[in-house]
């Protein structure tokens, strides 16, 4: 194989983070041959920077938490956590970043990896750019998949570069615990990075733009994380910008927009994401550079015929497991128009579209307490014009929940719609709640009537008899 040939595929997949690696297992599986490209490490964002390693960081904080809860056992657990192996165990859950496990998976469902800068050289072509510089070109009869997820954003802020700001890829793979931490944002990534450093032993600082925390949820949900943050000795501030930032003989210095001065050995931004389309030559296929790409249900780019965007790239839901519902619904539509079969009809499955991206899609924040969320909120159900009635209760009113955690606190709220009498939305915020969500998933997606859920009947005695609580106040008021 020489430089200049150009090697002809069926498939050929941009990224191979959790999203690009199913839509090649699914276009594998149904025989068509798959050219993966990536510039990292084969596993991507959610394997090294995200998911995989904030959970390794979380866990321990929880456990603690909720073995401080439970009688018999909290006197033994009020010590600090042992950061170093905490930081051992994450290492290890990453791989120590090295993705060799990854690419021989990746290899063993018959994808050829090519490592190095892919970008979009026209219809149906992308040129891979190596680390040495050597140049393949790759053709694709059917489809290429852009896979390739989002980065953090971080503020205009003069000088900022220079301060060496923290961003999520920094706040997960940091290998010491800062003394201070100052955490700008008010989302999932600020709200898990500021919990999981306090426990750590960093005296954290998050500085909050908006009212509250997590307010893509209902508004209970972010006030419960908070507060919780402040018992456990961070700080917490809402209503407050950043003005500047400098660093100042190591010590980094915040000069909020009241003009209080902040000091902190780190600071994290956690301000949001942007698509990574900047240099993959959008501009050679009609398509806006750094922009997100509108998709149909099966992730086929608008007026497009061959090009897919999955994931993150397609602003959907910028969550790990639905672009990987999404890669599974694209790896099958991409088969099926390669083999003439219609698609975007009925079928037992519906496998050629993504319709939970549109009403059930769940989210859990590992925090203390756990949020978990699926579906729409109260406002969002309002705004969208359902006739809706929100049903609040209690976590500890079910039986399981003061034997999880003495002194357990969360809430649940299910938003029914009143003209169909189905779910639109639940929420959860309590420890141990995010094994709750799938439940209320499989309510949503299913559009069960809450006629049918009043006969699931709920284990006892466990906390998710919330859910007989939820329906008996429903019922009764």
């Known amino acids: ?65 909720d073995a401080r809860r439970v009688p018999g056992l909290r006197q033994m657990v009020q010590g600090p956590l042992d950061a170093a192996e905490v930081l051992a165990h994450r290492n290890y859950y990453t791989s120590d970043w090295h993705d060799d496990g990854a690419a021989q998976w990746l290899v063993g469902v018959g994808a050829d990896l090519y490592r190095g800068q892919g970008r979009l050289d026209g219809p149906r072509t992308v ?43 920094d706040a997960t793979s940091a290998q010491e615990v800062p003394g201070r931490l100052v955490v700008v944002g008010g989302g999932v990534v600020a709200a898990e990075m500021a919990t999981a450093w306090q426990a750590l032993g960093s005296k954290v600082t998050l500085l909050v733009r908006g009212k509250g925390l997590l307010n893509r949820m209902e508004p209970f949900a972010g006030e419960f994380v908070a507060e919780a943050l402040i018992e456990a000795g961070a700080d917490v501030r809402t209503g407050t910008s950043v003005e500047s930032v400098t660093r100042e003989n190591g010590t980094v210095v915040v000069v909020t927009d009241t003009g209080e001065r902040i000091e902190a050995d780190e600071i994290l931004f956690a301000t949001g994401r ?3 389309t900047e240099d993959i030559g959008l501009d050679t296929v009609g398509q806006k550079p750094g922009g997100w790409l509108p998709v149909d249900d099966s992730m086929l780019v608008s007026g497009s015929d061959w090009l897919y965007a999955v994931g993150d790239v397609n602003h959907r839901a910028l969550l790990t497991h639905q672009g990987k519902y999404q890669a599974r619904i694209a790896g099958a539509a991409i088969a099926a128009r390669a083999s003439g079969v219609p698609i975007l009809e009925s079928d037992a ?41 929100a049903v609040d209760v209690d976590m500890a009113s079910a039986a399981g929940a003061g034997l999880y955690a003495d002194g357990y606190r969360g809430r649940a709220r299910m938003i029914v719609d009143m003209n169909e009498e189905i779910l639109r939305g639940v929420t959860f915020v309590g420890p141990g709640v995010s094994e709750l969500i799938h439940s209320a998933t499989v309510a949503v997606a299913g559009q069960v009537p809450i006629s049918r859920l009043w006969h699931a009947v709920p284990s006892f005695p466990t906390i998710s008899e919330v859910w007989l609580r939820l329906l008996e106040t429903y019922r009764d008021n």
């Open 1 to 65: 194989m020489t430089e200049s040939e150009t090697i002809a595929y069926d498939v050929v997949v941009l990224g191979a983070g959790p999203v690009g690696e199913n839509v090649a297992d699914r276009t594998r599986a149904a025989g068509l041959s798959t050219a993966v490209v990536e510039r990292e490490l084969v596993g991507g964002e959610c394997s090294y920077w995200a998911c995989i390693p904030s959970k390794a960081l979380l866990r321990p904080a929880l456990a603690r938490a």
């Open 127 to 169: 040129t891979v750019t190596g680390s040495d510089g050597g140049r393949k070109v790759l053709t694709a009869r059917h489809a290429v998949a852009v896979c390739t997820g989002t980065d953090a954003v971080l503020p205009d802020l003069p000088g900022l570069a220079e301060v060496g700001p923290w961003t999520s890829r």
């Open 274 to 276: 942007k698509p990574r």
């Open 349 to 389: 499955w519906g496998a050629h579209a993504a319709t939970a991206d549109h009403h059930a899609v769940p989210q859990v924040v590992f925090t203390d307490p756990e949020a978990a969320a699926v579906g729409l909120s109260l406002a969002e159900a309002e705004q969208a014009g359902y006739r809706v009635r």
